[in-house]
């Protein structure tokens, strides 16, 4: 908060108080919050005290990040301060704000911010956090971290040093092609780190659109496609060159996914009289920043015609790679899925035949099928209960469920007049947002970690069994 406050008082805005004012008070609560509950480390964590921390924490965060946004300038109600912040954290980019061109720069830095420091707490929730509490075949990922550190640096602590050197080394070459390219520095700042951190906060209301840039567009395509790859590819690229991308089955198939989906937008623009070079450049843009799940727009693709919306309508179902800033399904569940039909195909031809599925040169065990498949289905239901609760708000269908996808997606635009690209979430109606908040949350926190919270035997007494920690990385 002290950034945006010196950045503030820099161009004499009364908002660096209200931002000096924030951070004592969210520095005072933390120091009297860890005072209160500090004690000594046991080495291992109980698995119900892993989900409730990595619940409570993005909720403490979104409240408190909130603060200067409802005490601004802005003249916001609580309840768009929550959205914009949850927004950003989450790394959606979907906002209510408008009038974003001559926002004070320091409430523009913030919101990028908040994007920025929520995308690196994602990768670390996603390689540290979720492969321990064997969230939607996450577990498959519970030593990638450890392999990868072990044969590139020597200490784990060197590892989450060179996946921070590398989200930062990413931003800065971001932010250096964007000034390349002819955007300013303010500007290239703000947008480096919503790409890498495929967030979509831009500085205007037209977002990338506004500079009709060609040069911008191929940067930030570069960028938000390396921002849906996971930190962990670039640690391992340092050693191995180019064979880690030959042999990570996520990044190729994601690569792939991103390819015919640029392809077959493009060829239906042409098909609708769009010039062909047209047709490549907003089709290459606006496809890769759904797909990333990062939210720029450079066009109002929801008026490309029915195929376009449902194109992009299944986009958001797709995402990044595992240990990316990504959200939504992620390619790794859809791969899994896929060999596991399969392979149900190939044992329904031949009942007696034995198959052993490997992913990423690992065996594929029953326990983590069934945790994909059952992501899959709460995916689903939570998608259908969250979009008939937007439409009881009274939104439209499309809008109700393109909002509620693009939240769980953490994607940023929704189709339609109300809530596409052209347009922003203000629109909404307030028990809308609220929806759409939610959606946001439990697509970021992966579902489970959410809903194990709310069942009644989570509160019970433990039986002790339920640890995460140095004996169950031996599993």
């Not at 047709?279 to 008026?303: P, Y």
């Amino acid at each position: 908060m002290l950034v945006p406050a010196l950045v503030d008082f820099g161009t004499n805005n009364r908002d660096a108080e209200n931002f000096v004012i924030c951070a004592l008070l969210v520095g005072g609560t933390g120091s009297l919050l860890a005072a209160a509950f500090r004690q000594e480390r046991t080495g291992t964590l109980d698995r119900r005290t892993g989900y409730l921390i990595t619940l409570t924490a993005w909720l403490s965060v979104s409240f408190f990040g909130s603060l200067p946004l409802a005490v601004s300038s802005l003249n916001i109600s609580m309840t768009d301060a929550l959205f914009e912040t949850v927004s950003g954290l989450t790394t959606t980019g979907a906002t209510v704000l408008s009038g974003l061109d001559t926002m004070a720069p320091g409430l523009l830095l913030w919101r990028s911010l908040l994007q920025w420091i929520g995308g690196i707490g994602i990768v670390v929730m996603a390689l540290a956090m979720l492969p321990l509490l064997h969230v939607g075949g996450m577990q498959l990922f519970l030593s990638e971290s450890s392999d990868v550190s072990g044969k590139t640096f020597p200490r784990v602590g060197q590892f989450a040093r060179a996946i921070g050197a590398v989200y930062v080394g990413l931003t800065l070459a971001c932010t250096a092609g964007l000034m390349v390219a002819g955007m300013g520095a303010f500007d290239a700042v703000n947008h480096a780190m919503a790409a890498i951190a495929t967030g979509g906060f831009s500085t205007k209301d037209a977002s990338v659109g506004f500079y009709n840039s060609v040069g911008i567009e191929v940067v930030l395509i570069v960028f938000m496609t390396a921002g849906a790859l996971p930190l962990v590819f670039y640690a391992s690229f340092l050693m191995r060159g180019g064979r880690a991308l030959l042999e990570d089955e996520q990044i190729f198939g994601f690569l792939k996914i991103l390819a015919v989906a640029i392809a077959a937008a493009t060829v239906w623009n042409i098909s609708q009289g769009m010039e062909p070079f047209l047709a490549l450049r907003v089709s290459a843009f606006n496809v890769t920043s759904i797909l990333t799940d990062t939210g720029f727009a450079t066009t109002d693709f929801s008026t490309w015609g029915s195929f376009a919306i449902g194109l992009f309508f299944v986009l958001y179902f797709i995402g990044g790679c595992a240990g990316s800033t990504a959200g939504a399904i992620k390619i790794f569940r859809w791969q899994i899925l896929f060999v596991s039909a399969l392979r149900h195909l190939k044992t329904t031809l031949s009942p007696s035949r034995i198959l052993v599925l490997r992913y990423q040169q690992k065996q594929i065990d029953d326990p983590t099928i069934a945790a994909v498949r059952n992501f899959f289905f709460m995916y689903l239901i939570t998608f259908v209960v969250l979009s008939l609760a937007a439409m009881a708000t009274g939104l439209d269908f499309l809008s109700s469920t393109s909002g509620v996808a693009q939240g769980m997606a953490n994607a940023g635009p929704g189709l339609g007049p109300v809530v596409g690209p052209a347009t922003n979430f203000g629109h909404m109606p307030e028990a809308a947002k609220w929806v759409v908040m939610a959606a946001m949350l439990l697509g970021r926190l992966e579902l489970a970690t959410v809903y194990v919270v709310l069942l009644p035997d989570f509160w019970q007494a433990s039986d002790r069994r339920g640890r995460i920690g140095k004996m169950e990385r031996r599993e």
